[in-house]
C-alpha cells in the first residue's frame, strides 16, 4: 500500500541489502556541504558509487531533517513533464485533485525541513536544474542531494566530484576497493596481491570491481586476473563509440565500459542476447513478462528462467522476492550498455513493440479480473509494474494510431479509479483522448471517455465530468455495447445525484438495476449501477430501501470476491444505519469500509468512510479530530465532499453537532490535532474509535 506523505515521516530510503565500504571522507563531505548549502550535487562517472552515497549520506542525515530523506528515482523518466509526478509519488502524496503536480508538492513541502535525493539526472539536467531551482524557492527549509554525471549549474550549487575507491594499500591494511572484491568475492586477505592487481587495472570503479569478482564462480582468482590483464593490455585506451558513453572521454568511462564489455564477452551468445533484451524493461520485471518480451530466435520462453538466474550470478541482475516471485531490476549503466547493443542489433524497435503490447495486455487483463477474488493482487502487481506501465503509455502515445493509447490508458480505468492513482490516469486519459479528438476509435475511445469522466467527478470536476458523459451516451449507443449503454447510464446518474437530483437518479437507473442484464455483462458495471441506486435512495431519505439496495451491492460483491466497492457497500450501509437510528451499526460498517479502501489506497473512499464513521460517533471530542483527519484526505483528493450539496450538507451538520457539544475552543483543538496528524496515524486512530452510541 502507498503511504501518505502527510505529516513528519522518516522517509523512503531503501535497505541497504549488500555491505557499504569505506568513503568514510567523502560521507563526511557530503554530510557538512548538505548542512551547509541547499543543494548539492554529487558527480562521478557511470558506475562510481554516486547512488550508494547519496543514499548513505542521506540515512546518516535524517536526524537534521524531521520531515524525513525522500529518495526520487529519476533514471526511467523520460517525459520531463512527469517530474513533478515522480517527485509527488515518491513522497507518497495522496493530493488526486486537478492542480498541477508540482504546485502541490511546493505546497506540502512550503513548511517542511526535509531532504529530497533527486537521483540520476544527467539526462533531464536542464528540467531538474528548472525544478530544482523553481522548488527551492518555494520551500525554503528544504535541501536537495542531487546525483548525476555532471553538474546542475545553478547558482549556489555545491558540486562534489565522487572518486573511485582507493586502490593503493595502507600499510597492511587492504584498499577501499580490493575490501570491497573480497568481500563480494568471498576470498581473504591472503590474495591480496592479486586483488589488489585486479582493482587497480578496474581503477577503484565500485560496478566493475562487482562485476569482476562474480566472475570468481567460473574461474580462479589467477585466471580472472591474467585475463582481466589482456583484456586491458589489448584494447589499451579505446575511443568512445556510439552510445551511453558517447562523448564521455574521461578514462574512467573507458575503463568501466572495458570492464562491462568484459563481463559481455565472457557471457554465452543467448546471455548476452538476453541481457540487450532486457533493457526493454523500466524499473523492475517479472519473469513471465520477460518470457513473453524476450523469447524469440535463438531464445526459447523455457530458457529464459535459467538466463535470468545466469545474469544475477554475474551481478548483471538484482533479484528481489517478492510475493508473486522474483523481480529482476539492472543497475543504469549495466541496462546502458545493454541498450546499445540492442540497438546495433536492430531490435530495439520491435522489443519496445513487444514490451507495449505485453503492458497493454496486461491492463486488458487487469480491467476484466479487476471485480473477482484477485483484486489486492491485481493492485499490487500494478503498482509493481507503474514504471513499465507508464513506459508504455508512453509508447501507445508515440503511435500513430490513436486507438493504442485510449485503449491502454481506459483499459487501466480500475488502478486510475480505485487504486488512488486519479490524477496520473487524468493526465494520460486526457492526452489520449486528445489524440483522437473525432467521435471515430469506437470502443477504445468510450471507455477512455467513460474512465476520464470518472475520474473527473472523484476529483469534484463535475464540469468536465458532466461534459464527458454527454459525449458517452451516444458512443455507447453507436457502438452497441450493453455494457457501455449501462456504464454512460451511470456516469449520468452519478452527475444527477452529486447535484442533489436524486429522484432523476431512480428513474434513469431503476430499469437497468432491477434487470437480469444489469451490466450487460460486465460485473464492474454493475455493481457501479448498483451503487449509484443506493445513494440516491440515501439522499432521497429512504433508508429502508437504502438498506435493502446497499445489501444487494454487498451480495453482489461478495459473490464475486470483490473488495474496492464491497467497502463502498459498507460505507453505504453505514449511512443508511445512521438515517435508521442506529449509530453503533453505522460505526461498525463505516470501520469495515476503511481498511479496504486505505489498503488499496482510495484515499477518496477513506474520506467518505471517516465522514460516515464521524456523523455517528458519540464522543463529540473524537469527532471533532476525525473531521480534521477527514479533511486533510478530502483536501488531497479534490473538492471536498466531491462539490456534492448533500455531502457537504451532512458533514456541515456533523460540525454543528460537535460544536454544540463540546464548545467552539476545545472543537478548533481537537479539529486542528486532527489536521496535524499524520494520515497514516489517523487512519489507525480512525479504526480504534470504540463501536459508538448515540451521538451527543
Not at 84 to 92: C, D, F, P
Not at 473 to 500: N, R
Not at 540 to 547: C, I, K, R, S, Y
Amino acid at each position: 500500500m502507498r503511504e501518505s506523505g502527510q505529516g513528519r515521516q522518516g522517509g523512503n530510503l531503501p535497505d541497504e541489502t549488500t555491505s557499504f565500504v569505506g568513503r568514510g571522507a567523502e560521507l563526511r563531505a557530503v554530510a557538512q556541504a548538505v548542512t551547509d548549502t541547499r543543494l548539492v550535487t554529487l558527480t562521478g562517472v557511470g558506475g562510481v558509487g554516486k547512488t550508494r552515497l547519496a543514499q548513505r549520506a542521506g540515512a546518516g542525515l535524517r536526524g537534521g531533517f524531521p520531515d524525513g530523506v525522500w529518495l526520487v528515482g529519476l533514471a526511467q523518466l523520460s517525459e520531463p513533464a512527469l517530474m513533478g509526478l515522480a517527485v509527488y509519488e515518491a513522497l507518497r502524496l495522496a493530493d488526486q485533485s486537478t492542480r498541477p503536480a508540482f504546485e502541490v508538492v511546493a505546497d506540502w513541502l512550503a513548511d517542511k525541513k526535509l531532504l529530497l535525493i533527486l537521483d540520476c539526472c544527467e539526462h533531464l539536467a536542464a528540467d531538474c536544474a528548472d525544478f530544482v531551482r523553481t522548488l527551492l524557492a518555494a520551500a525554503p527549509d528544504v535541501h536537495v542531494l542531487a546525483t548525476s554525471r555532471r553538474p546542475l549549474a545553478l547558482r549556489d550549487e555545491h558540486a562534489i566530484s565522487v572518486p573511485p575507491l582507493p586502490v593503493h594499500t595502507l600499510g597492511a591494511q587492504p584498499s577501499d576497493a580490493a575490501r570491497l572484491f573480497m568481500e563480494r568475492a568471498g576470498v581473504t586477505q591472503e590474495d591480496g596481491t592479486a586483488v589488489a592487481d585486479i582493482c587497480a587495472h578496474l581503477e577503484g570503479i565500485p560496478l566493475a570491481i562487482e562485476l569482476a569478482a562474480a566472475r570468481l564462480s567460473e574461474m580462479d582468482l589467477d585466471t580472472l586476473r591474467q585475463r582481466l590483464h589482456a583484456r586491458f593490455e589489448t584494447l589499451g585506451s579505446p575511443s568512445p563509440s556510439p552510445g551511453p558513453w558517447h562523448g564521455e572521454s574521461e578514462p574512467r568511462h573507458q575503463t568501466l565500459r572495458t570492464a562491462i564489455g568484459w563481463s559481455h564477452e565472457l557471457c554465452t551468445p543467448q546471455e548476452r542476447l538476453a541481457w540487450a533484451r532486457l533493457c526493454v524493461f523500466a524499473g523492475g520485471f517479472e519473469q513471465e513478462a520477460a518470457e513473453l518480451v524476450c523469447a524469440g530466435g535463438p531464445l526459447g520462453s523455457g530458457q529464459i528462467g535459467g538466463l535470468l538466474s545466469a545474469l544475477v550470478d554475474k551481478s548483471l541482475l538484482r533479484s528481489v522476492k517478492t510475493r508473486r516471485g522474483p523481480r529482476y531490476s539492472m543497475l543504469d549503466t549495466v541496462r546502458e550498455y545493454g541498450q546499445e547493443w540492442l540497438r546495433r542489433l536492430g531490435e530495439e524497435q520491435r522489443l519496445a513493440e513487444r514490451h507495449r503490447d505485453y503492458y497493454r495486455w496486461l491492463a486488458r487483463t487487469g480491467g476484466r479480473e479487476w471485480t473477482g477474488p484477485d483484486q489486492v493482487a491485481w493492485y499490487e502487481r500494478c503498482t509493481a509494474e507503474h514504471a513499465n506501465l507508464r513506459a508504455a503509455l508512453e509508447s501507445c502515445l508515440a503511435s500513430p494510431d490513436p486507438r493504442d493509447s485510449l485503449e491502454m490508458a481506459g483499459g487501466l480505468w480500475f488502478f486510475w479509479l480505485c487504486c488512488g492513482f486519479q490524477r496520473e490516469g487524468r493526465h494520460y486519459l486526457d492526452r489520449a483522448l486528445a489524440k483522437a479528438p473525432g467521435p471515430g476509435c469506437g470502443p477504445g475511445r468510450f471507455w477512455a471517455l467513460w474512465a476520464c469522466g470518472a475520474v473527473a467527478f472523484m476529483q469534484g470536476d463535475l464540469e468536465a465530468s458532466g461534459r464527458l458523459s454527454e459525449q458517452c451516451t451516444p458512443l455507447a449507443e453507436q457502438i452497441d455495447d450493453p455494457a457501455a449503454v449501462d456504464a454512460a447510464l451511470y456516469l449520468q446518474a452519478v452527475q444527477l445525484v452529486l447535484t442533489s437530483r436524486p429522484a432523476r437518479t431512480i428513474g434513469l437507473l431503476a430499469p437497468t438495476a432491477g434487470s437480469p442484464d444489469c451490466g450487460g455483462g460486465s460485473p464492474a458495471v454493475k455493481l457501479f449501477v448498483l451503487s449509484a441506486v443506493v445513494y440516491a435512495h440515501l439522499q432521497l431519505g429512504e433508508f429502508d430501501l437504502a438498506t435493502t439496495s446497499a445489501d444487494t451491492l454487498r451480495r453482489e460483491c461478495e459473490r464475486h470476491g470483490e473488495q474496492w466497492m464491497l467497502s463502498f457497500a459498507f460505507y453505504l450501509l453505514s449511512r443508511a444505519a445512521l438515517g435508521n437510528g442506529d449509530p453503533a451499526s453505522a460505526v461498525r460498517h463505516a470501520r469495515d469500509a476503511l481498511p479496504i479502501k486505505w489498503r488499496l489506497h482510495d484515499v477518496f473512499g477513506a474520506a467518505m468512510s471517516i465522514d460516515a464513521l464521524t456523523s455517528a460517533m458519540a464522543d463529540p471530542e473524537q469527532a471533532a479530530r476525525l473531521l480534521g483527519i477527514s479533511d486533510v484526505l478530502w483536501r488531497s483528493s479534490g473538492v471536498a465532499q466531491m462539490g456534492s450539496p448533500h455531502l457537504m450538507a451532512a458533514r456541515q451538520a456533523c460540525e454543528r453537532r460537535v460544536r454544540d457539544a463540546i464548545g467552539d475552543l476545545a472543537y478548533e483543538a481537537a479539529f486542528r490535532k486532527g489536521l496535524e496528524t499524520d494520515v497514516d496515524e489517523g487512519i489507525a486512530y480512525a479504526l480504534a474509535t470504540p463501536e459508538g452510541g448515540t451521538p451527543s
